[in-house]
């Protein structure tokens, strides 16, 4: 690999990358498993019918602006978007490395593909993908001193992932380092354009504010471990490649003098990062969750450092001694994702999950059973993508939830539009309330979602007329109507 020439390199790796995404698309029928993946996605795909969706600080504006032509072709639509958004934060990687003067550069896009995490994020509709393609993109402007394009891109970095806010204040530190004052200036254009539009649409002027969901000082999800994060990361990267990540910080650590400003904004944004997460999570604030999967919006960053680990822990005089020790760790890191270690890719997070699949059997039950054409009243964000329901149309669909009464089912069961919220603590203050049900209206019940999310118990149920039971493993599904 070494002897052939680096933009040939580049040219293996786009076939194979694209040869192994094609494979996987036509495949694999996954979401990423994640509730997230699909609500974002469902978000972009109606956002032509509902604007104000284009201003939805969860869904993220500027993923949901990007991704949304992609989203009309289905949940294959967004996938593409996002096998795209990683196929150019690999292409900007690369191009960061070569710059850096790092050898074997190729390798990574190699490292940042077969990240677990990667796998998981990239087939699905989640925002870090896209969030890697403007950073990885900002670091490589950078680097050609193009400060203020630099700057504009990660400007917007907040209208893709909340992390962005962290980003920018590394920028914003470099470029203040660098004397950059109109760069430094233009890390606001996103905010100052998104109020802008967001206020002539009629949002209130600090919007972009005031409607981020996770600016708060305490969090609704618990908290762990300040190592937390620091114990998953063998989940993030597998076994081999978190050992080439050790040594590729204690590299850069311990070897400054022979860095540039641009490694060390890799590392510093990388701990920058991470630091916050792990202190968010373990104080107990901004609705932290805990989840790995967060990381995937600085891969980049992560196998840049891995290839420092590579480059430091090969520096060996005898060319074939290096050349070989070389290719058998690649040949380990390239095999350990297909193993059955823990820290490996789990393949099965490329198809359905066990809910989904029996989901699909609600929708193929409504159908033949003439439920269809009615209003549906569900909380699994899968169910509107199997039963082709825009959830955002209230006459279509009505999210089912509780108050904190005691009173008869048709008055307990909670009715709204699911446009208004995503966040189960809505619930708890909002006082625009649609009490009870009709008689033509369809309910769908799940075991996960209706009482984790919306505190629905199946006991709540039971002045209603059951239709009919799925059952799949784990997963229940109950479909009932109002009785006549």
């Known amino acids: ?78 996938k593409v978007f996002n096998i795209l958004c990683a196929f150019g934060a690999s292409y900007f990687s690369f191009k960061i490395a070569k710059k850096l003067g790092l050898q074997w550069a190729i390798l990574v896009p190699f490292f940042y593909f077969i990240f677990p995490i990667s796998f998981t994020t990239t087939f699905s509709g989640l925002t870090e993908p896209l969030c890697a393609l403007f950073l990885s993109a900002g670091i490589y402007l950078v680097q050609h001193k193009k400060y203020q394009l630099s700057a ?129 999570w373990y104080l107990e604030i901004f609705n932290s969750m805990g989840l790995k999967r967060v990381f995937a919006a600085v891969t980049p960053l992560m196998a840049i450092i891995a290839l420092y680990g590579f480059n430091w822990f090969f520096h060996v005089n005898n060319y074939k001694l290096r050349l070989g020790i070389a290719g058998i760790v690649i040949a380990v890191v390239s095999i350990f994702p297909f193993t059955k270690n823990p820290a490996a890719m789990d393949w099965k997070d490329l198809n359905r999950t066990e809910a989904q699949e029996n989901a699909a059997l609600v929708a193929q039950y409504i159908q033949p059973n003439n439920l269809e054409n009615r209003r549906f009243i569900y909380t699994d964000p899968f169910l509107s993508e199997v039963l082709r329901i825009d959830p955002f149309n209230e006459a279509q669909h009505l999210i089912l939830a509780t108050t904190k009464h005691t009173s008869p089912v048709s008055q307990f069961i909670v009715i709204e539009n699911h446009r208004f919220t995503y966040k189960p603590e809505f619930y708890k203050t909002h006082t625009s309330i649609t009490p009870g049900i009709t008689e033509d209206d369809v309910i769908i019940w799940d075991n996960w979602h209706s009482i984790i999310d919306y505190g629905v ?6 002045e209603l007329n059951l239709l009919q039971e799925f059952k799949r493993g784990k997963s229940t599904y109950k479909v009932y109507r109002k009785k006549i």
């Open 457 to 462: 118990h199946e006991e709540l149920l039971a």
């Open 1 to 78: 690999m070494a002897t052939i020439g680096k933009e040939k390199q580049w040219i293996i790796f786009s076939i194979a990358y694209w040869i192994l995404s094609l494979f996987i698309l036509l495949n694999f029928n996954g979401t990423g498993q994640e509730a997230d993946s699909i609500n974002h996605f469902l978000h972009a795909k109606y956002a032509p019918h509902h604007l104000e969706l284009y201003f939805n600080h969860w869904a993220k504006p500027l993923f949901t602006l990007l991704a949304s032509p992609f989203a009309q072709f289905g949940f294959v639509g967004i």
């Open 152 to 280: 504009l891109l990660i400007s917007f970095t907040p209208f893709i992932r909340s992390e962005g806010l962290i980003f920018i204040g590394v920028f914003g530190l470099l470029f203040l380092f660098y004397n950059q004052k109109r760069a430094l200036f233009l890390l606001l254009f996103g905010h100052l354009l998104y109020t802008a539009i967001g206020f002539l649409s009629g949002q209130d002027f600090l919007w972009v504010f005031t409607k981020i969901p996770y600016a708060s000082l305490s969090s609704h999800y618990g908290s762990g471990s300040l190592f937390h994060f620091t114990e998953k990361l063998n989940y993030l990267m597998g076994i081999p490649l978190l050992i080439l990540f050790i040594l590729g910080i204690l590299y850069i650590a311990f070897h400054k003098r022979e860095h540039n400003r641009e490694t060390i904004l890799v590392l510093s944004l990388f701990l920058a990062f991470f630091v916050a997460h792990s202190l968010f």
